[in-house]
């Protein structure tokens, strides 16, 4: 990420919180955050908004960043998961040091640390099943009911915990749960689970364990041993706060300030990581790099750009309560960063023939085009012009509303970079539809060294038929049709049928015939696209539209 400083940028709270500390010095002028993924999924905009509150903080104020793989449930981890998320982080671009962190990498101490609580009779080995203690834990008006087990002797504790981490147990027949407070009006805090037993094999430890620290008791522990001085989470865990902070105060070691703040959510999209799951798993999508997922690799693969995402998290702000973003910001961001950076060419989505009859047989121009208005150090190129040229079906109407700017029979039109052309005729097949236009075309209408002073109010894009490259072209839509799929009993019924568009013949400049997959470029008048790198295969170029040009919901 580009060089940035504080002193430049509008405060969120947690800045002023972190400002604070330096003042009085809390912690040693230092300042550690981490992004700590737990890996059982892609990771997704919302992950990214995270990523970069946290390792800008570190940028901003010279400190450290950690990427912690909060990789403390066996059950549904995987190297896959590990492996993309590394991917994505990077892609972002943050730096998280020389080296990838793992929770597991500290069950040990944790496990010295859980015997410590229960050497201070502070936590104690529990007989009751889940259903059990969920039955004990009260009500909001009531207290819960103490288990019969909380009062085992210390040594008898002891006992047990090692004899569960030894693997006598069967899964779900005993827990290590902290002594705290039955009553308490928060119910994190009557006597939580810090440890239950799941026979399972992890990815990264194999065998070794049998029980596997829950997310409270362990993540306190992975920010204290890595030195993490603002732990910033997302608003659900506001009330898991004095949980995190017990913890650390019974241990008496390093103990970080839990931060909140609310969670990103996007219009028209599912943001859990289960139900985005549950979208691969079922098919709705191709996997999770469809480029109509919210994950990072399906942006990618979309070709938004890495600055585009920084920029959008950036905008969306840091907030205290939950908000549902729309998506156009998202999108309105990624337009911004590729109008800057992409090369304009033309490529005609549907094409129609149209023959320019008073044009000479054979004959062909290399027309200079401009590559970026907004940026003329991309230079220019040569377009090649001929006799038989495709236009887009819809830039010709037969019979036109008030205020159609293009092309008409009996019309003129200009052809971008190229002449003023009138259709003369309209050919037609048997079935009444529109397969061919005969125009003619005025010699002294050249774009930029034309004499005419003809002006014409609508300009369209054309490719040569001769020249043209066959290409296919993928357009996505939204894939839900309401504003808050999440909220939908039945969310899945809400997706958009028609959120994929395959044009398999679409037409391209020759410009682009050696495009590399993942470049990104704008088709004039039709949006960015970027080309596919997954399934494309070699006989054909395929493209995703990245986004359109404008914001086509925003007159609905
Ligand atoms: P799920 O999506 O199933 O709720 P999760 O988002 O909690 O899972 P984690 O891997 O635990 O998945 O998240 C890693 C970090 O990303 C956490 O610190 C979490 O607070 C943050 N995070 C997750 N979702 C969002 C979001 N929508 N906006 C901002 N931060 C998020
Ligand atoms: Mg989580």
């Not at 793992?102 to 889940?130: H, P, T």
Request: glycine residues 6%.
């Amino acid at each position: 990420m580009s060089e940035n400083t504080t002193a430049n940028k509008p405060k969120n709270f947690i800045y002023e919180i972190i400002d604070e500390d330096l003042k009085t010095n809390k912690w040693g002028g230092k300042v550690c955050t981490r992004f700590p993924p737990e890996p059982n999924g892609y990771l997704h905009i919302g992950h990214a908004k995270s990523i970069c509150l946290n390792y800008g903080i570190a940028r901003d104020y010279n400190g450290k960043f950690n990427l912690r793989f909060d990789d403390t449930n066996p059950e549904k981890e995987e190297t896959e998961y590990v492996e993309s998320i590394i991917e994505d982080v990077n892609w972002l671009g943050t730096d998280f040091g020389d080296k990838v962190l793992f929770a597991s990498d500290y069950f040990e101490q944790m496990y010295l640390w859980a015997v410590e609580l229960i050497k201070k009779g502070k936590a104690y080995v529990c007989d009751l099943n889940a259903d059990e203690i969920r039955a004990s834990r009260g009500t909001l008006t009531e207290p819960g009911k103490e288990s019969p087990y909380r009062n085992r002797s210390i040594e008898e504790n002891l006992n047990l915990f090692e004899r569960m981490k030894n693997g006598e147990f069967a899964n779900g027949t005993k827990t290590l749960r902290a002594k705290i407070d039955m009553a308490s009006p928060n119910f994190n805090l009557r006597d939580p689970i810090m440890y239950r037993i799941i026979h399972a094999e992890h990815h990264r430890t194999g065998n070794k364990w049998c029980i596997y620290p829950t997310y409270d008791w362990a993540h306190g522990n992975e920010d204290s041993i890595e030195g993490i001085t603002h732990s910033i989470c997302t608003l659900e865990f506001e009330n898991h706060r004095p949980l995190y902070d017990w913890f650390l105060d019974q241990l008496g070691v390093h103990h970080p300030q839990q931060i909140e703040f609310a969670r990103l959510n996007l219009n028209y999209t599912v943001m859990s990581k289960r139900k985005l799951l549950q979208l691969v798993q079922e098919k709705y999508v191709d996997d999770w790099d469809d480029p109509r997922m919210p994950t990072i690799s399906a942006y990618k693969r979309r070709g938004y750009t890495p600055e585009a995402i920084r920029n959008f998290a950036e905008i969306v702000g840091v907030a205290k309560r939950d908000a549902l973003t729309d998506i156009s910001l998202l999108e309105f961001a990624i337009r911004d960063d590729l109008n800057k950076h992409t090369q304009r060419v033309m490529a005609v989505l549907n094409p129609l023939k149209a023959i320019i009859t008073n044009y000479p047989d054979g004959k062909i121009e290399e027309l200079e085009a401009v590559n970026n208005p907004e940026d003329p150090s991309m230079g220019s190129r040569r377009v090649p012009f001929s006799k038989e040229i495709y236009i887009e079906q819809s830039d010709f109407m037969e019979n036109p509303p008030k205020g159609f700017h293009r092309l008409i029979h009996g019309g003129e039109v200009r052809l971008r970079y190229a002449y003023i052309i009138k259709c003369d005729e309209v050919i037609k097949n048997d079935n009444d539809e529109i397969v061919e236009l005969r125009c003619s075309y005025d010699p002294e209408t050249k774009s930029g060294t034309g004499t005419s002073k003809k002006k014409v109010k609508g300009t369209i894009h054309w490719v040569s038929v001769n020249h043209a490259i066959d290409v296919e072209v993928r357009l996505y839509d939204r894939l839900f049709t309401v504003e808050n799929p999440g909220v939908e009993e039945n969310w899945l019924s809400c997706i958009n049928p028609n959120s994929l568009e395959v044009i398999s013949n679409a037409k391209l400049e020759p410009f682009l015939r050696n495009a590399k997959k993942g470049e990104r470029f704008q088709f004039e008048r039709n949006g960015y696209f970027c080309v596919e790198t997954k399934h494309a295969t070699n006989d054909k170029l395929v493209f995703n539209r990245t986004v359109t040009l404008r914001d086509s919901w925003a007159k609905k």
